[in-house]
């Protein structure tokens, strides 16, 4: 069974909405990585969406500018901002004539009551809704982490020092603050959001709609802040032995010597004494791999983390599952995405029900999860921007620990792979039923 998609895939929205999230903020304020995170949250979703970088366009004619370039005093910087905005603001036009396109993410400044007065201006002249979403921070060492570990990894300062660039940098906001206005009382009559000091205080203000609330509460839940976060399955269990799915089996003996390994993979990865909270689904499996990590880790039991549900297939084999309900077999490896077991989820379903899961983890700092595979594969593409229809084809090996360490422009990945035999689970679309 094969549940049908919407155009935003939650059947929630009408058709016609088209809403522009406009960035506001001084640079290193975490615009980019939040844009970022926005799009990727609701393409996790099948929410049509697309970042929009002003600097990019800007980059075209001048790749690589320095500090004097933003100073409103240069006539022909000026001149080249405005050329980068203007294109940017005519392909989001054109993304959402000619597309599905559901909300697009302007990301720049936009630091001047003009300069949004005329994206507001161009936007309702083509049916769509702003959100403006402003960025403030003010607490020095935020502002330097940004400068120093988001910045001077952007593409304006590719091969600088980074001491030069920093340096550099640091004197391009001081010509954006010479011009910066706040949202404030004068723009009431927009719907906006501002984020303070990394979330730490939160203003609304005209929000409405489903959509823009979906986005608002996944703005709420953000911040900003360096952070890893820690994923491994479940040890090797009885059930993946005889090729079995579902089901709450126990540990096999050589998933039990993972359980007793893994203490030292999350002591070499993490590097230092920090206190982790360790996640966990209410299965036997992953509470008992779990159960040798060091007593002053604080340990949570999710039932939201439970292995996707297979309805009446749980218990059996692929090869079963292909000779009792060949038409289900086959659809679902025509469509493993939207599939649904008789009875029970599909991946799509097993998104749904893992967004508390990923607020939880956007909100919080150095958890471990330890869980399954099919809520790997999901929670893994969610930070490493993976298509919906391949997330349920990627492989997730046993007895591997993955770091993701989330940045402004991407996720930084690094596997521990335990020197303990494991049968393989993964099977790939087409491939025989066959245990490997």
Request: aromatic share 10%; net charge neutral; charged share 30%.
């Amino acid at each position: 069974m094969s549940p049908s998609p919407s155009r935003n895939g939650l059947v929630m929205q009408p058709e016609e909405t088209r809403i522009c999230v406009v960035m506001v903020g001084l640079p290193a304020r975490g615009k980019s990585f939040i844009a970022q995170k926005v799009v990727r949250y609701l393409a996790w979703l099948s929410i049509e969406a697309r970042a929009f970088n002003v600097g990019s366009y800007r980059r075209a004619d001048k790749p690589r500018p320095t500090a004097d370039f933003f100073d409103t005093s240069n006539p022909e910087g000026e001149r080249l901002r405005r050329a980068a905005a203007e294109a940017a603001v005519s392909d989001m036009f054109r993304w959402f004539r000619e597309g599905n396109g559901v909300i697009a993410i302007l990301d720049a400044t936009n630091s001047t009551k003009a300069r949004r007065r005329w994206i507001c201006d161009r936007c309702t002249a083509e049916n769509i809704e702003t959100i403006f979403v402003e960025s403030k921070c003010d607490d020095e060492n935020v502002i330097m982490s940004n400068i120093l570990e988001v910045k001077t990894t952007s593409p304006d300062y590719k091969g600088f020092d980074p001491e030069v660039a920093a340096q550099d940098f640091r004197n391009r906001i001081r010509n954006y603050e010479k011009v910066y206005e706040t949202i404030d009382e004068d723009e009431k009559h927009l719907t906006y959001v501002k984020l303070i000091n990394v979330g730490s205080q939160i203003v609304i203000n005209r929000i409405q709609g489903y959509l823009q609330s979906r986005v608002v509460y996944y703005l709420m839940n953000l911040h900003i802040r360096p952070r890893a976060i820690w994923l491994s399955r479940h040890g090797e269990s009885q059930y993946n032995l005889q090729g079995l799915i579902g089901g709450d089996a126990d540990l096999s003996p050589r998933g039990e010597a993972y359980a007793r390994a893994l203490p030292d993979l999350v002591a070499s990865s993490v590097g230092d004494d920090r206190r982790l909270t360790i996640w966990t689904s209410t299965l036997k499996r992953t509470i008992q791999t779990a159960r040798f990590l060091p007593a002053q880790h604080q340990r949570l039991e999710w039932k939201a983390l439970d292995e996707l549900d297979s309805g009446m297939c749980d218990g059996l084999t692929y090869e079963e599952i292909e000779q009792r309900y060949p038409d289900d077999f086959k659809a679902r490896d025509n469509d493993k995405y939207n599939y649904r077991y008789r009875g029970g989820e599909s991946y799509r379903d097993l998104v749904i029900r893992l967004e508390p899961i990923i607020m939880e983890l956007e909100r919080g700092e150095d958890i471990l999860i330890v869980t399954h595979q099919a809520v790997l594969r999901c929670i893994y593409a969610y930070f490493m921007n993976i298509p919906q229809e391949q997330s349920p084809w990627m492989e997730v090996p046993l007895h591997t620990l993955i770091r993701l360490s989330p940045k402004a422009y991407y996720t930084l990945e690094d596997r521990l792979r335990a020197d303990i035999p494991a049968v393989s689970t993964f099977r790939a679309r087409g491939a025989s039923t066959k245990l490997s």
